[in-house]
């Protein structure tokens, strides 16, 4: 009978012992693993081990499994003197998989008069040995086909270049493809490579059935997906009216076509392969820019009726300003000095009128400096706030630090067709970065007329545009030195279809790219 009583009382003793020498509880401890586990710190677990040791196991899960997250949620806990069990629930997210969760344990002991982890492979995982390794089994489903607008595939490589370029191509995997990719890659397997195909490579390609291995035995198999299909907005007819318009001009000819009424490009060309100058080009948009000046002028209360003057040359802040040919037409219309494209009118305008804040919101206003997202790589069009008079009086006219590419100024075309710039798209499902702006009020009705006069009067009426077309033509200088070369631009739109054209290096916008422009109008 004092037996059992001394027993028992040495085992209360040994019981208060540990309970009033030793620091926190097992469920503090579980409670901090797991949360280092959870947020893959893994210097916070290692420090909660009861004997210090490399996680390689916790390491060559996370690699060979492609774990992006994990989450632990821990169960009952049960202690019996210097040792205690925390069951847990782990749910991992795999890469381009989806989640796997199974169930484990975490055994605590007391070490250092603590709390600590009593770590073993199998704290991992019930099934994990010393050895052993996790792999994945993967079987892929077909890959989802990239269509235009009207739901023609564009990916088999047969379409046209400037197609091609817009779609990338697919190529074998790499070490730093499957990397970024996840472990459900493998070297050597198909994935895209530029343009639609790699940014939209995880929708395309699907999720693969996959089975989760250890050791060779499958733990669990999970369900794949079939890839989905990318639409474009790509209009078949416009595409190839663009292709048949830029395809003899023998000097480097880039054209996109955008619907005003949605922002959805219909049609992007390069006649020569390479380099994207369609989305990627960084040129001075001339005086095309004129345009974008008119709508902050429209906008601070000028009418196309008002008289302006037209000088040979115009000095600005220590700039001396000559019109194309040094031609100078007296006093006119604000709406003939757009049509004939007067620099000396601009520039004195831009100054007195507008000033370098409010050319830059005009500007922004329908586009530049606006993040892009169209779903394949293009330089967004940069307009630096003018720092001087000189710089405001180059800005006016298209030149000074502005760069542009046709996807921006045919977006400024859009934006003028419709009366609301916005973001421009080649794939409407995705969602956009950049507001829409609504032109100033009252400004379309009067840009419209002034584009038309353009095309039935000025710059551009030798070009053979189709009856309707409201259009701007641009000569951009580039280069340093006395006699510059010129880009020939034209931006326009005719019904619910607006463009920009470039040729590089081409000269007169009104006698080169405007008649490019013909010949795609005429073409839809």
Not at 5 to 17: C, E, I, P, R
Not at 140 to 145: C, D, I, M, Q, S
Not at 303 to 316: F, G, K, L, R
Not at 459 to 466: E, F, H
């Amino acid at each position: 009978m004092s037996g059992a009583v001394v027993l028992a009382v040495g085992a209360a003793a040994g019981g208060a012992y540990y309970v009033l020498h030793t620091r926190g509880t097992p469920a503090e401890t579980a409670q901090r693993f797991a949360a280092a586990w959870q947020s893959g710190d893994k210097a916070a677990m290692t420090a909660l081990l009861a004997k210090p040791q490399q996680l390689s196991a916790y390491d060559q899960q996370r690699t060979a499994l492609a774990v992006e997250s994990a989450a632990i949620r821990l169960g009952k806990i049960t202690e019996t003197d210097d040792r205690a069990r925390a069951p847990y629930t782990a749910t991992l997210t795999l890469k381009n998989i989806g989640t796997w969760s199974y169930q484990g344990q975490i055994d605590l002991m007391v070490a250092d008069r603590a709390w600590k982890v009593d770590w073993k492979p199998s704290t991992l995982h019930p099934s994990l040995t010393d050895g052993a390794a996790f792999a994945l089994k993967t079987r892929w489903p077909g890959r989802a086909e990239i269509t235009d607008a009207d739901g023609g595939r564009i990916d088999t490589g047969t379409v046209g270049g400037s197609v091609q370029q817009l779609v990338g191509f697919l190529d074998k995997a790499t070490k730093k493809d499957v990397a970024k990719l996840g472990s459900s890659y493998k070297v050597g397997q198909a994935v895209g490579r530029g343009g639609l195909q790699e940014t939209f490579q995880e929708q395309l390609a699907g999720t693969p059935a996959t089975e989760i291995q250890l050791g060779g035995k499958t733990l669990e198999t999970i369900k794949g997906s079939d890839g989905k299909p990318v639409q474009t907005s790509l209009d078949p007819h416009a595409q190839a009216a663009a292709v048949a318009a830029v395809k003899d001009m023998k000097k480097p000819t880039s054209m996109v076509a955008i619907k005003p009424s949605t922002g959805e490009i219909l049609a992007v060309v390069n006649n020569q392969g390479g380099f994207n100058r369609a989305l990627d080009g960084r040129y001075p948009p001339g005086s095309t820019f004129k345009a974008v000046t008119a709508i902050g002028l429209l906008a601070a209360g000028m009418s196309p009726q008002d008289m302006v003057t037209c000088p040979m040359y115009s000095t600005i802040g220590g700039l001396k300003i000559r019109n194309s040919d040094k031609e100078a037409f007296g006093s006119l219309s604000f709406l003939d000095s757009f049509a004939h494209s007067c620099n000396t009118t601009f520039a004195p305008l831009a100054q007195q009128k507008l000033g370098a804040a409010k050319l830059l919101e005009a500007a922004e206003d329908v586009g530049f400096n606006q993040p892009l997202n169209i779903g394949v790589p293009a330089t967004k069009a940069s307009f630096p706030k003018a720092e001087s008079d000189a710089e405001l009086a180059s800005e006016a006219f298209g030149q000074g630090r502005i760069t542009a590419s046709p996807l921006t100024m045919a977006s400024v075309a859009a934006a003028i067709a419709d009366g609301t710039w916005r973001p421009p798209t080649l794939v409407p499902s995705l969602k956009q970065k950049a507001e829409e702006h609504a032109l100033p009020d009252g400004v379309k009705e009067k840009l419209h007329e002034m584009m038309a006069a353009v095309v039935s009067k000025g710059t551009a009426k030798a070009a053979g545009l189709p009856a309707g077309t409201h259009g701007k033509t641009g000569t951009a200088e580039y280069g340093t030195g006395d006699d510059l070369n010129t880009h020939a631009w034209f931006m326009g739109f005719k019904g619910d279809v607006a463009f920009a054209v470039v040729v590089e290096g081409g000269g007169a916008g009104g006698k080169v790219a405007a008649p490019v422009a013909a010949t795609f109008l005429k073409g839809l």
